[in-house]
């Protein structure tokens, strides 16, 4: 079986490590780009680095924007990832430096060369990704289908009814969504209880050197998690949006139409998800692009996860 082509647009960000190498050892990684969210830009592009040089993983890396399309970025989600995105284990410096290319010429770039082929994993705010689609019309058409990390068919988790990743860029992630190209989304209802917990963690901390310091990075991801939501296990959102195309069962979807609320004065940055078809707009358009997750085998889908870290040597 050909290994699917990836690229992977994400802000480490514990779970974004984890995604990065997850999807190294299992895909044809094409390369990565970084925007801001967990923090600043020029720290996740730092952590991005640093996990590529982890993993000895050879992907190039092209930096995007430091602020959503509208505003200036948000203070460092620091509450999750620490004061520098990817704080609880010294990773190995980088090794190289990002590409000249900015990330969105970057994008429009590689969505060219492999046209038809590339699946677009985007695991932080979509700010990039809407840029390539208003400067290359053609862009969302080169692409095979574009996984997101963000939104919720439920509770949020920066208000009570949005998610991180789009409530950091609603326009952006509205534009993405309306692109016309097939989308996957895994929202916040599933990612947030398909977890590592203490169990998971100790297995990667017994490991060789690249399971041990992702294992130093949940532990206290896992800490956060505890003292913010009382969770006893460390989500691994991002790898959600990367497991589907190397193992297709552990992940359920269905159809749906999904809407990015705009103005609400409680519900901005809100994925709508109308799993009812209630919508005449949705019922005229008939099947969704969007593809939602419903549900996950959680202790398999780690299990897995855990186990490709643990295979690094
Ligand atoms: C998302 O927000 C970020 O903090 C994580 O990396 C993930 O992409 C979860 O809401
Ligand atoms: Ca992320």
């Not at 190294?24 to 720290?43: E, K, P, Q, W």
């Not at 290359?136 to 990743?165: D, K």
């Not at 992702?214 to 991002?238: K, M, V």
């Not at 193992?247 to 609320?261: K, N």
Request: proline share 6%; glycine share 8%; charged share 20%.
């Amino acid at each position: 079986m050909t290994r699917t082509r990836m690229l992977i647009d994400c802000d480490p960000g514990h779970d974004d490590a984890v995604a990065i190498l997850y999807a190294a050892r299992h895909l044809d990684l094409v390369g990565l780009t970084t925007c801001h969210g967990n923090n600043t830009i020029d720290n996740v592009t730092r952590n991005a680095l640093s996990v590529l040089t982890l993993g000895g993983i050879a992907a190039p890396l092209a930096q995007g924007c430091a602020d959503p399309l509208i505003g200036r970025t948000r203070s460092p989600a620091d509450n999750a990832h620490g004061r520098t995105g990817l704080d609880g284990s010294d990773l190995p410096p980088p090794d190289r430096a990002p590409v000249a290319a900015h990330a969105v010429d970057f994008l429009i770039d590689m969505a060219r060369t492999h046209r038809d082929e590339l699946v677009l994993a985007v695991i932080g705010p979509a700010t990039n990704v809407a840029l390539a689609i208003r400067k290359e019309p053609r862009f969302a058409s080169w692409l095979r289908e574009i996984s997101v990390m963000g939104g919720s068919a439920g509770l949020g988790n920066v208000t009570p009814v949005a998610e991180f990743n789009v409530w950091s860029d609603p326009e952006a992630a509205a534009v993405l969504f309306a692109c016309g190209a097939p989308v996957r989304m895994a929202g916040y209802n599933v990612t947030s209880v398909t977890g590592a917990n203490a169990a998971d963690i100790a297995r990667l901390l017994a490991g060789p050197r690249v399971a041990r310091h992702t294992g130093e990075l949940l532990s206290y991801y896992l800490r956060r998690q505890r003292e913010r939501l009382g969770f006893d296990i460390a989500p691994l959102h991002d790898a959600c949006a990367i497991v589907p195309y190397v193992q297709a069962d552990l992940i359920e979807y269905r159809h749906c139409h999904v809407d990015v609320e705009l103005n609400g004065r409680l519900t901005r940055g809100m994925t709508v998800c109308d799993l009812r078809t209630l919508t005449p707009a949705h019922r005229e358009a008939g099947e969704a692009r969007v593809q939602l997750a419903i549900r996950s085998e959680a202790p398999r889908l780690i299990d897995h996860v855990i186990s490709t870290l643990l295979a690094y040597r």
